[in-house]
């Protein structure tokens, strides 16, 4: 079995009433980069953009953004 990383930003949009687009321009991060995140598209995850992402939505604990997927092999 194998893990894989979830970035939780549409449940997190959805909680917070915030488009992506207006995330984007809260955190200064491009749309599509978020566009990807949020559909796990993405491979890689700047630790930056998570920071600018917690503090657009005014979250402390990293937890809430992402979390980790048991997959089977």
Avoid at 10 to 36: F, Y
Avoid at 60 to 65: G, K, L
């Amino acid at each position: 079995m194998s893990r894989i990383v979830v970035v939780k930003i549409k449940e997190l949009l959805i909680e917070k009433g915030m488009t992506l687009r207006e995330l984007s321009r809260r955190s200064d991060i491009r749309h599509a980069a978020l566009s990807e995140l949020a559909n796990q598209k993405r491979l890689n995850v700047h630790f930056q953009h998570l920071a600018r992402i917690a503090d657009a939505l005014d979250i402390d604990d990293m937890d809430q953004i992402i979390t980790f997927e048991n997959i089977e092999d």
